[in-house]
Structure formats: structure tokens, C-alpha cells
């Protein structure tokens, strides 16, 4: 089955550092990923459609300066947290599709980032 | 937009009852529905989805409904085991292939040995 790696899995950072997390998909290719949040105990919010070859596209409140996402590739997409801060601490997980098998959306495992 | 309900927020059972989860949702267009399981530290894993043309799918211990008419859709796990233990969500999407998915907000499934 289709398979989306994300890497790091866990980063620590100091304020006002900018991160960069990487979402693979290793056995097929991606138009288009997803980015999500997740608070503690919380359901998964979309932040952001990464798209490729062209910009993102951000959901409303979300600062698309302050998370810089560039989708170079069909098999990659990285999402930079910018001059991060601790309310930037948070689970990331993206998504990609696999049109050309099931059609479905598959998660990463997820990036929990601490912003000290 | 669509907004999706998800209850109950944490259910525990006994191990080998069984568990059920419901969601409603609010656009009527919606037309995938898939569950996530999601252990923790990780990010959700599909365990079945259903699309608007059935109304009811089933693959081993686990089976989803769906009432298109109510808005609401369940999700069934029989003979529950420890290992179920999880968060589970529903989403609700208005392209099978899930362009984009409006989440629930989770239910904290507990199994008791």
C-alpha cells in the first residue's frame, strides 16, 4: 500500500528558530499533500494544500509566512515553521493521495515539534 | 462547510464487548466517509471507509453504517481486544478521492482487559 514518510519525528527547537519538516511519499507520486495540526486531545486541523510546482494554498488564520511550505517534487513536500515560538509546539502530520491505486489519503506518522 | 459531530469523546469497554461510535455531519454533498485510528505518538491510519451508495460495510471485527437520509454514520467494533485501544476518528469528504476531509473530533476508545 502507499506509504508517506515524514521526517523528523520529534524536534526540540529554541524560540525564534525556524524548523523544517519533511513528508515523503516513498512508493508513489503526489500532486498534492496536506498539512495538518493537532493539539493535544484535539482533532486534526487542515493548515495548508501543498501543490506542486505551484504555491500553496492556505486555510483560513493560518500565516502563510510563518509556515512556509514548497512542494518542489511529486514525492516531496517540506513545511518550515518560521522564527517558531512555544504556541508553535504542536503534532504535525501531512497526507498524500495515490491516484493511481486505492485513491485514498494516507498520513505520515506525524511531527511533534517543542518550541522552548 | 461541512462541520462533522463525533460522540461519545472517550468510551471504555470491557474486553470482547463491543464498541460503537457515531458522527453526524452537515452537507448533504458529502459523499466518503472514512475512519482513522490513531495510536499515540502517531498519525491516523484508515481502517474502513464507506461512500455514499452503501449502506453498510463490514471487514472482520469491524463494520460501518450509514444513514444518508439522517446525516450520520457509526462505526462498529466487535470482540473488542486491548490492542484496539486508541483515538478514533470520523471524517466526512465531499470527493471519494478526499481531496479534503473535515475530521470529528475523536473519541478515546479504552479496551479493559
Known amino acids: 500500500g502507499a506509504v508517506v514518510s515524514q521526517h523528523p519525528s520529534r524536534v526540540i527547537c529554541k524560540s525564534g528558530t525556524s524548523v523544517k519538516i519533511e513528508c515523503r511519499s516513498l512508493d508513489f507520486q503526489a500532486t498534492t499533500m496536506f498539512w495538518y495540526r493537532q493539539f493535544p486531545k484535539q482533532s486534526l486541523m487542515l493548515m495548508a494544500t501543498?501543490?506542486?510546482?505551484?504555491?500553496?494554498?492556505?486555510e483560513q488564520g493560518v500565516e502563510k509566512d510563518k509556515f512556509l511550505i514548497n512542494h518542489a517534487s511529486l514525492t516531496l513536500s517540506t513545511l518550515t515553521v518560521t522564527s517558531a515560538h512555544p504556541e508553535d509546539s504542536s503534532f504535525y502530520i501531512c497526507?498524500?493521495?495515490?491516484?493511481?491505486?486505492?485513491?485514498?489519503?494516507?498520513f505520515g506518522a506525524g511531527s511533534r515539534l517543542t518550541v522552548l | 462547510g461541512e462541520n462533522v459531530e463525533q460522540h461519545p469523546s472517550t468510551l471504555s469497554v470491557q474486553e470482547g464487548d463491543s464498541a460503537v461510535i457515531k458522527c453526524t455531519y452537515s452537507d448533504s454533498a458529502s459523499n466518503y466517509f472514512p475512519w482513522y485510528k490513531q495510536e499515540l505518538g502517531k498519525g491516523p491510519q484508515l481502517i474502513i471507509d464507506i461512500r455514499s451508495n452503501v449502506g453498510e460495510k463490514k471487514d472482520q471485527r469491524i463494520a460501518v453504517t450509514l444513514n444518508k437520509t439522517a446525516k450520520h454514520f457509526s462505526l462498529h467494533i466487535t470482540e473488542t481486544q486491548p490492542e484496539d485501544s486508541a483515538v478514533y476518528f470520523c471524517?466526512?469528504?465531499?470527493?471519494?478521492?478526499?481531496?479534503?476531509?473535515?475530521f470529528g473530533t475523536g473519541t478515546r476508545l479504552t479496551v479493559i482487559p
Open positions: 497526507s498524500a493521495r495515490d491516484m493511481s491505486g486505492a485513491n485514498v489519503l494516507t
Open positions: 501543498s501543490n506542486e510546482g505551484s504555491k500553496a494554498t492556505y
Open positions: 471524517a466526512a469528504s465531499t470527493q471519494t478521492g478526499a481531496n479534503n476531509l473535515f
